[in-house]
């Protein structure tokens, strides 16, 4: 028989329960408590209960906290920070996704690929980036720039393959001469204008002008990359100390959103790219907030000017009695835009140039052409003006380089582009009685049978994207871009000074020249250099050095004044008449340029690189992880 063991005395508690079931009811109530206390993270952070329950951050983890961090502090500017990313997913983006992206993103961070040992040395000496890695992985600030560095194909300043065989090669000594005038330039402008946005060199003293709304030191910001890539690194170090310490963006001008853009978010982002210096990011983000009002408009086209004070915007006034926005200027945002948000992590600025796209995408284009004024409200071409030089330009320039910054993943870009130079070839393309190929300019089908100074970096442009046009059409590129830039060379060969004219036409016998003294100026303009560089990566074809070499003996002899380089009034004239102008582009894109033709390919390598329309370096973006904002679309 089975004895049922007698179960022993266990004393009720003053509710009855027994010991066992005490303990389960405790047991549950704990897990409810855990419960309800977890839940209160999942609510908004408006939740009022949230606020309640849960006692506030001393610290938000705003970019004035990762600055200070880093040491520097940016509690001398009254100014607000940028705003965070959203702590919710962005529309269209549920948890899953993000979820899904953060493990692509984790991906994308392990993978190591080291670079030379010069960049190793300037991330050690760069303060900021160790240090800013945010300390939870919410933050939404988090750009590894360790990582970021790693992923490049190639060390920044090269590897300097030529001057271990050739230490004294006739090509260093010419890299050379280019620098020393960089470090000239610089100085000049550090002795009489340090601060101002431009020197002139001839009254010697500074100039503010009027298209930057207030904000001070565009040269200083648009030479940062120069500096540092000419390796003239005490000059670096003032530069970026003026930045850290007297860059301030509490200004209140109307300022071009184009010319800001380019000079100082491209010089920003690059002088951040290029050393990891959190001052760099932080800046070009906060100042990238102060352009978006100019965004506000019916189509999300953005206007010319904004005002810093009103956060108001409008055309320029010379643009169709200021009803319209320029191609040039809104089509040469995107690949700015869309590191801000790399940066920044803050989605508005990709979401802003994602609508450009759109809207362009959209609109019937005249033949295939893309007319320079297009109105803000309605969104109407307003005039069939077209020009791949002033005021169409970099909007093609643009297109090629999404598509090679996004790591060739933008087809859209890509699409776009070619479809536009297919448009120009067949409507605007000529070859003149004397055998010179040109880009003509086109008013609703009428040709002026000219070229400005601005429309010779399409050169490089047609070079740049030869590779991935279709096969049948590479070969006709290459040799198109060749054609141009061969033209632009003329221009410069048949002046007195050696240097080319604003514009030159192809008229009555004349070619390659300018026909009236308003148009025979040379303002140390890039474009014709710049196309040398890129043909120079391209073809190796040492008539690019000597053509370059040709524009250093011409800005030596007639632009170098006593304190500084300035621009001529008549490239016809051998006596020359200075303008009394240091143009920023002139430290960051032309003696660039003139100093990259004269180094090696992987110097800056164009497989790591894109050039904004500055001259100002940003990165491809290399990684595996499709949400991103770099280069992805
Ligand atoms: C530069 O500011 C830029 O290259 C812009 O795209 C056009 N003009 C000047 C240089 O000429």
């Not at 101002?196 to 709304?213: A, I, Q, V, W």
Request: aromatic share 12%.
């Amino acid at each position: 028989m089975l004895m049922r063991k007698v179960p022993v005395f266990v004393p009720a508690s003053p509710w009855g329960l027994r010991l066992p079931q005490k303990f389960l009811f405790l047991l549950f109530l704990s897990g409810l408590v855990t419960l309800c206390f977890g839940a209160l993270f999942l609510l908004p952070n408006s939740s009022r209960l949230k606020r309640l329950f849960l006692a506030p951050r001393t610290q938000q983890p705003g970019l004035e906290v990762v600055a200070e961090v880093a040491g520097h502090p940016l509690a001398r500017e009254q100014e607000s920070p940028p705003n965070p990313a959203p702590a919710v997913p962005a529309p269209g983006e549920d948890d899953a996704s993000s979820q899904a992206n953060a493990r692509r993103r984790k991906g994308w961070l392990r993978r190591t690929h080291p670079t030379g040992t010069r960049e190793m040395a300037t991330a050690a000496r760069s303060s900021g980036s160790a240090a800013l890695r945010p300390q939870e992985p919410s933050i939404p600030f988090s750009f590894d720039f360790h990582a970021f560095q790693s992923r490049l194909r190639h060390p920044v300043l090269g590897t300097r393959a030529d001057e271990s065989k050739e230490p004294q090669s006739l090509v260093r000594a010419q890299r050379e001469k280019i620098k020393e005038m960089m470090q000239f330039a610089w100085q000049s402008y550090k002795r009489y204008a340090m601060g101002k946005n431009e020197l002139r060199p001839l009254t010697k003293d500074g100039y503010e002008g009027s298209m930057f709304g207030g904000l001070s030191g565009a040269t200083i910001i648009d030479s940062l990359d120069t500096l540092y890539l000419m390796e003239l690194q005490d000059e670096f170090q003032e530069a970026k100390a003026w930045v850290e310490e007297n860059f301030h963006l509490n200004v209140s001008g109307e300022a071009s959103l184009f010319e800001v853009n380019i000079r100082y978010i491209g010089g920003l982002l690059s002088a951040f790219y290029l050393t990891g210096e959190e001052v760099f990011r932080i800046k070009a983000i906060k100042l990238g907030e102060k352009l978006l009002p100019a965004f506000n408009t019916p189509t999300g086209i953005p206007k010319g000017v904004v005002n810093f004070k009103s956060s108001s915007n409008r055309s320029w006034g010379w643009a169709m009695a200021g009803s319209s926005s320029i191609l040039a200027e809104f089509g040469s945002l995107h690949l700015e835009f869309l590191h801000l948000t790399e940066l920044s992590g803050n989605q508005v600025f990709a979401e802003k140039v994602r609508n450009i796209r759109k809207v362009l995408r959209k609109i019937d284009k005249p033949f295939g052409l893309y007319p320079n004024f297009l109105s803000p409200v309605s969104g109407n071409w307003m005039q069939h003006h077209v020009s791949v030089g002033g005021l169409g330009d970099s909007f093609y320039e643009y297109l090629i380089k999404s598509w090679l910054m996004s790591a060739k993943t933008d087809v859209e870009a890509k699409d776009m582009y070619y479809e536009a130079l297919e448009a120009i070839e067949t409507h605007l393309l000529n070859v003149s009685p004397g055998g010179l190929t040109y880009i003509a300019e086109w008013r609703g089908g009428i040709l002026d049978h000219k070229m400005g100074h601005l429309a010779c970096f399409s050169g490089g442009m047609i070079a740049l994207g030869a590779e991935d046009a279709k096969e049948e059409k590479r070969a006709r590129y290459r040799e198109l871009a060749a054609q141009i830039t061969k033209t632009c060379h003329e221009s410069y060969a048949r002046s007195d000074t050696k240097l080319g004219p604003e514009a030159f036409w192809f008229n009555s016998g004349r070619e390659a020249v300018a026909t009236q003294l308003s148009e025979s100026y040379y303002i140390l303009r890039p474009e014709v250099v710049e196309s040398y560089m890129y043909l120079w990566r391209q073809t190796h074809d040492p008539i690019y050095r000597e053509w370059g070499w040709e524009v250093v003996t011409a800005l030596e002899k007639y632009c170098r004044t006593e304190a500084g380089f300035s621009g001529i009034q008549d490239v016809y004239s051998s006596i020359p008449n200075h303008d009394n102008k240091q143009q920023t582009f002139f430290l960051a894109e032309t003696l660039k340029y003139l100093y990259l033709l004269f180094s090696e390919d992987d110097v800056l390598s164009l497989e790591d690189w894109v050039f904004n329309t500055e001259a100002h370096p940003l990165p491809v973006n290399h990684s595996d992880s499709p949400g991103r904002g770099g280069g992805q679309l």
